[in-house]
């Protein structure tokens, strides 16, 4: 009995197994041909690294690391790289696949990995992350490279961290190679509006979807779980568009505030103190607390499997925007449908970030950069497209949006597939 319960709550909360299941789903709505879905099923190549690092104290230590590229029929694979310590193989399975999916929702030429670290960063001193990286680097560059496959940052990685791994790759060939990886600092090649890219992608969707919902932002209330990179740009971005944000958490805790909070100076407490926790005028609540709180919008932008069977049926939002990659379960997923709560789901929600990033490898190639506004314009096009795509699909199929949206991703993917046929 043990035994049993014990292999379900795994398997729920499975990363992998829940990529799956999404798109199984999609793919029994296209009908897709079983040799096709067999292929996209599965991730096509899986690098697992061993790998030593000099500590301060003279030590050496092991870490443990992953580069995945789950499909590259659309072009070269395309997907961060996450330090934390609880980095799993199935993790970045999953966080490959939804890759490969977000791109061909987004109509951009990539298809999908994603690479992974166990550690946790914060325990690291400047110089021991810089040799973590800077190996971990030289691990995968067997897989990686500008028409291989581009890493970009993830959860607990930097634009700092993106220079190593561009520096690792350069001194190894002799010549610099800035197109090898995206989110870089703008003095070696990365690109205005990078950094701001996820957060104003949610903001983007979060006012289209609002506007198909009959939903006015000047009149929602907003948390956000996780006001990292994609977290605190997407409550900035939203607080200046009208929505009152009245919740944000991070691992060092979570607030809620009877008021909008002045989001800019939430971000200025953060910088100063480490945590969003302690600001002022604020009342500490945990970060269950936050998902369930009464707000009409719901961002979960920290980790996967944050909404599940366990508190779907509490969510008091009647929208969720996935900035996350994965927040939302497949159990979830069915509940809140049943609610008529709408998720936008990760593949479209947090594009904007590969979206810029493929911006800047293509800058990048041509040695010829754009200026910030119109890499906004830009991306505010693709977002806006790919919502209304997916929106379209939902509705025309009866389902919800999620399925839409893979529907649109898995089949272009899977005429990829078809057109270059099976090697050899
Ligand atoms: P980040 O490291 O900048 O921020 C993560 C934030 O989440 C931090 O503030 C951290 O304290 C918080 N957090 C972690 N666990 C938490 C928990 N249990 N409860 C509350 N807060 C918690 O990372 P990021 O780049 O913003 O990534 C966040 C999510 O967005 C991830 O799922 C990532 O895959 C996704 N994403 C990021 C990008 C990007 O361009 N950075 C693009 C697409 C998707």
């Known amino acids: 009995m043990a035994q049993t319960a014990l292999l379900t709550a795994e398997t729920v909360d499975d990363p992998w197994r829940n990529a799956q299941r999404q798109f199984d789903a999609a793919a029994d709505l296209l009908g897709l041909e079983a040799g096709t879905r067999a292929f996209l099923r599965e991730a096509q190549r899986q690098l697992i690294v061993n790998f030593p690092v000099k500590m301060d104290d003279g030590s050496v230590r092991m870490f443990e690391g992953y580069r995945v590229q789950h499909n590259l029929a659309r072009g070269p694979a395309k997907g961060g790289i996450r330090f934390h310590p609880g980095v799993t193989l199935s993790e970045v399975k999953a966080l490959a696949m939804w890759m490969t999916w977000k791109c061909a929702a987004a109509g951009i030429p990539f298809g999908g990995a994603k690479g992974g670290v166990v550690v946790d960063p914060k325990r690291l001193s400047l110089g021991e992350l810089e040799r973590l990286t800077r190996r971990y680097a030289a691990e995968i560059s067997v897989l990686i490279g500008p028409e291989r496959d581009i890493p970009a940052p993830d959860v607990n990685t930097t634009p700092q961290v993106m220079a190593w791994i561009m520096d690792t790759m350069s001194m190894s060939a002799g010549y610099s190679i800035p197109a090898c990886v995206t989110g870089k600092p703008l003095s070696v090649g990365g690109s205005e509006g990078r950094n701001e890219a996820t957060g104003r992608g949610v903001a983007v969707v979060a006012l289209r979807a609002c506007a198909h919902m009959g939903r006015e932002p000047r009149q929602s209330t907003v948390a956000v779980e996780g006001f990292g990179n994609a977290g605190s740009i997407a409550a900035r971005l939203m607080a200046a568009d009208g929505f009152a944000i009245r919740a944000v958490s991070d691992t060092g805790g979570a607030i809620w505030s009877d008021k909008p909070l002045p989001v800019l100076d939430v971000i200025e407490h953060k910088k100063r103190t480490g945590s969003v926790a302690g600001f002022p005028g604020t009342r500490a609540i945990s970060d269950a607390e936050l998902l369930v709180s009464p707000v009409d919008v719901l961002v979960p932008a920290a980790l996967e499997n944050q909404i599940t069977g366990a508190n779907a049926g509490r969510i008091q939002a009647k929208l969720i925007l996935e900035a996350a ?100």
Do not use: C
């Not at 990659?325 to 593949?347: K, Q, Y």
């Not at 693709?382 to 509705?395: D, K, N, R």
């Open 325 to 424: 990659n994965g927040p939302v379960t497949p159990d979830a997923d069915e509940i809140l449908h049943s609610r008529g709560v709408t998720v936008v789901p990760d593949i479209i929600a947090n594009a904007g970030g590969v979206t810029v990033s493929y911006f800047e490898w293509v800058q990048d190639l041509q040695s010829f950069f754009w200026e910030e506004g119109e890499i906004n314009k830009r991306l505010e096009h693709i977002m806006t497209a790919s919502f209304e795509t997916a929106w379209e699909a939902a509705e025309h199929l009866h389902v919800p949006l999620r399925l839409g949206a893979y529907t649109v991703a898995v089949q272009r993917v899977a005429e990829a597939t078809t057109a270059r046929g099976i090697y050899p």
